[in-house]
Structures are given as structure tokens and as C-alpha cells.
């Protein structure tokens, strides 16, 4: 089965303090990457999704990355509001998605 | 257009019961797919269904099932309740397999 890595699992920043999140996959013939946020108690929001290597997704604050092996979401001067789980996913050869476990993201004012 | 909705919103059961939920997809999503997810654990895949058909399956006991109507309308189905089955129970619709999903604010079922 293809395998979603995510790191670090944790991540505490100050506001204003500029980070990456990292996601590795093993799947040959990507047909995409999924970048999601998810708040406590609820159903994961879809953010991007990036198709192929060296593409480039900006919303806010946010900006994801692909490579051929790994995907980045970098965030920029974050905000308390950017405080939540951010999960990726790729579709397998059988079209499920698998996620990885996530990064949980804490941004003190 | 309309996000995903999934009723309940909020379930308590006891052990031994049955329950039914409900997930109506984004006008004209085709596929729908269930997820588990409790404290501390990542989503669980529970099923994937297309054009009312099952088309991926996770690794759970047949206690847990589903079906996909005409509409693309979803249920599933958790019989004989087990405590350890509290979770939130959230469920994404899709244009078609493969394809980014778009997740409903989930069920929060409670097994006491």
C-alpha cells in the first residue's frame, strides 16, 4: 500500500514566525496531492490540490509545493487563526485516498 | 453550491444497538466515501462507494456496512454498537474516484 508521511507531528509557532510542513509519499504515477485543514471536532476543509512537480498553490498565507517525492505547505507570518491539523492525501492505485496522520500547528499570539 | 450535510449531527446509543447515518453529497458528486476518526487517530477508511457501488473497502468487521442510492445519496450502518465505535463519523463526496474530496462536518456518535 502507498504510504503518506507527514512531519514533524507537531509544530508550535509564534505569530509571525514563518514554518514548512512536509508531506512524503511512495506512489508511482501520482495522480495528485490534497493539502486539508482540520479543526477540532470538525470535517477536514480541502485546501489544494497540486498535480505535478514544481507546481505552486497559494491561498492567504499559505503556499503548497510538489516534488516527486514530497510535498510542502508553508506557512507565512502565520496567525492564531492558522492553529489546526493540516493533513495531505494521495489516491492509491485503487483511487483511495490515503492521509497521512497530520501536523498539528499551534500559532501563539 | 451546497457542502456536504451529514444527519445527525450528534448520536448517543447503547451497546448492542444499531444506528443509521446519513451523508448527502455536493450536487453532482458521484462518489462518497466514509471515514473514523477518533482521539489521537488519523481517518480511518471505512468505504467508498460509486455510482452505488461499494468500490474500496477498509479494514473493519462487517458490523459496519453502507449503501449509495440513485441520488448519490449515502448511509451506513453500524449494528450490535460497541463502545469502543465512538468516534466521529465523517463522510466526503467527490466528482468521481481519485479525485479531491470534500468532507461534511461529520456525526459525533457517542456509545455508552
Known amino acids: 500500500e502507498d504510504q503518506v508521511t507527514q512531519s514533524p507531528e507537531a509544530l508550535r509557532l509564534q505569530e509571525g514566525e514563518s514554518s514548512s510542513l512536509n508531506c512524503s509519499y511512495t506512489?508511482?504515477?501520482?495522480?495528485?496531492l490534497f493539502w486539508y485543514r482540520q479543526d477540532p471536532g470538525k470535517g477536514p476543509e480541502f485546501l489544494f490540490t497540486?498535480?505535478?512537480a514544481g507546481e505552486e498553490k497559494e491561498k492567504e498565507r499559505l503556499k503548497a509545493t510538489l516534488t516527486k517525492k514530497e510535498s510542502f505547505l508553508h506557512i507565512t507570518a502565520p496567525k492564531p487563526e492558522d492553529s489546526a491539523t493540516y493533513l495531505c492525501a494521495v489516491p492509491q492505485k485503487d483511487y483511495k485516498l490515503s492521509f497521512g496522520a497530520g501536523t498539528t500547528v499551534t500559532v501563539r499570539a | 453550491k451546497a457542502g456536504v450535510t451529514q444527519t445527525p449531527r450528534y448520536l448517543i446509543k447503547t451497546r448492542g444497538q444499531q444506528v443509521t447515518l446519513s451523508c448527502s453529497p455536493i450536487?453532482?458528486?458521484?462518489?462518497v466515501s466514509w471515514y473514523q476518526q477518533t482521539p489521537g487517530q488519523g481517518l480511518q477508511f471505512l468505504f467508498e462507494y460509486f455510482s452505488e457501488t461499494q468500490r474500496n473497502k477498509g479494514n473493519f468487521p462487517g458490523r459496519f456496512s453502507g449503501r449509495q442510492f440513485s441520488n448519490s445519496r449515502s448511509e451506513m450502518n453500524v449494528s450490535t454498537l460497541e463502545l469502543g465505535d465512538s468516534a466521529l463519523y465523517l463522510c466526503?463526496?467527490?466528482?468521481?474516484?481519485?479525485?479531491?474530496?470534500?468532507f461534511g462536518p461529520g456525526t459525533r456518535l457517542t456509545v455508552t
Open positions: 466526503a463526496s467527490s466528482l468521481a474516484l481519485g479525485f479531491e474530496q470534500y
Open positions: 497540486l498535480y505535478s
Open positions: 506512489v508511482s504515477g501520482l495522480r495528485g
Open positions: 450536487s453532482g458528486h458521484r462518489s
